[in-house]
């Protein structure tokens, strides 16, 4: 990997990735102390509004990168890691764009409407979804920075 997709790369990998984790392991249970369920609603709202736009940005750098450098390096001549780097990696853009087209269109519309319960639902799914992509996310960076010496 050049030292320019690797930047990219890694670049993506710390948004995503942190991202996922300071939303769920800091701005979660502090927002839950804090705040009733219709501040904290449109709260989790307006931060995923700021962050999903970033996500995508991110999975397409991640994608490009990780691609470019998976291709001129050939399928069948890449690391048994790079494989599972792609795979876990494709997982979570398809567990992200499920939350992205699925529940987030439903909290947005829900908050919209202060249909709290409804809202609530939705922002749960969320919760756990992104709980799993941080599971899948932490995952792919043990075998992207230990898969050489696992192999």
């Known amino acids: 990997m050049t030292p320019l997709m690797q930047f990219i790369h890694v670049a993506g990998v710390v948004l995503w990735v942190g991202g996922m984790f300071f939303a769920y392991v800091c701005l979660r249970p502090t927002a839950v102390q804090l705040l009733e369920p219709p501040q904290r609603l449109a709260l989790w709202n307006g931060v995923f509004a700021r962050f999903f736009p970033a996500v995508w940005g991110a999975v397409a750098l991640i994608l490009f990168s990780g691609l470019t450098t998976l291709l001129k390096t050939g399928m069948a001549a890449a690391p048994l890691h790079w494989h599972l780097m792609l795979a876990l990696g494709l997982?979570?853009?398809?567990?992200?764009?499920?939350?992205?087209?699925?529940?987030?269109?439903?909290?947005?519309?829900?908050?919209?409407?202060?249909?709290?319960?409804?809202?609530?639902?939705?922002?749960?799914?969320?919760?756990?979804?992104?709980?799993?992509?941080?599971?899948?996310?932490?995952?792919?960076?043990?075998?992207?920075?230990l898969g050489r010496s696992l192999a």
């Open 91 to 145: 997982a979570m853009t398809a567990i992200f764009a499920y939350v992205f087209f699925v529940p987030y269109r439903q909290l947005r519309a829900t908050v919209a409407a202060a249909n709290w319960k409804n809202a609530g639902a939705a922002l749960n799914r969320i919760r756990q979804l992104v709980g799993l992509n941080l599971l899948l996310g932490t995952l792919a960076i043990a075998v992207g920075t």
